[in-house]
Antibody, heavy 122, light 107 residues
């Protein structure tokens, strides 16, 4: 069974940095685009970033460009999100998610982790 | 960026009712439209992809339609377990934006 498990969330001060991770199991990780999606308290879902199978293409929502970096290690079957210059508005549950179909994006995300909570506050 | 607008923002319906949620894109997205169900405390679940394809394991009472800018999610006969918030998402171009969500309540 395909599974994703996030870790690394926590409390960080405004302007600080944090790296969240996502460990994959039960599927061929290197064959799929992967994404990060977040949900602020009481708010809707916001797509944050995604990354191609080999890491050669990365895309971000405008609000995190230049501050967040998505990366992956296919040997470790892991996805990462490095978050710098954090702001209060980055407070959210961060989910990693797998694209539905191997070798192609654009068809939704069918496997999600349980989420990790990032709180930015002094 | 492509804006996704859902309507209504919330709705209340009875068990057995036919329920329709609409999603409109700010520009044409072909059929690159996905629907998710989110229950409290749980991760989102993919229901429909490519506008009308039912994800494996999803009950057949869920269906999707539309193309271009206007899309619909229909629940043919509402069940108590369908209490949730529903989101549309475009996957035509990055950023892959979500609609604001539709909160479905059972009368």
């Amino acid at each position: 069974e395909a599974q994703l498990v996030e870790s690394g969330g926590g409390l960080v001060q405004p302007g600080g940095s944090l790296r969240v991770s996502c460990a994959a199991s039960g599927f061929t990780f290197r064959s799929y685009w992967m994404s990060w999606v977040r949900q602020a308290p009481g708010k809707g879902l916001e797509w944050v970033a995604n990354i191609k199978q080999d890491g050669s293409e990365k895309y971000y929502v405008d609000s995190v460009k230049g501050r967040f970096t998505i990366s992956r290690d296919n040997a470790k079957k892991s996805l990462y999100l490095q978050m710098n210059s954090l702001r209060a508005e980055d407070t959210a549950v961060y989910y990693c998610a797998r694209d539905l179909l191997p070798d192609t994006p654009n068809y939704g995300m069918d496997v999600w982790g349980q989420g990790t909570t990032v709180t930015v506050s002094s | 960026d492509i804006q996704m607008t859902q309507s209504p923002s919330s709705l209340s319906a009875s068990v057995g009712d036919r329920v329709t949620i609409t999603c409109r894109a700010s520009q044409s997205i072909s059929n690159y439209l996905n629907w998710y169900q989110e229950k409290p405390g749980k991760a989102p679940k993919l229901l429909i992809y490519a506008a009308s394809s039912l994800q494996r394991g999803v009950p057949s009472r869920f269906s999707g339609s539309g193309s271009g800018t206007d899309f619909t999610l229909t629940i043919s006969s509402l069940q108590p377990e369908d209490l949730a918030t529903y989101y549309c998402q475009q996957s035509y171009s990055s950023p892959y934006t979500f609609g604001q969500g539709t909160k479905l309540e059972i009368k």
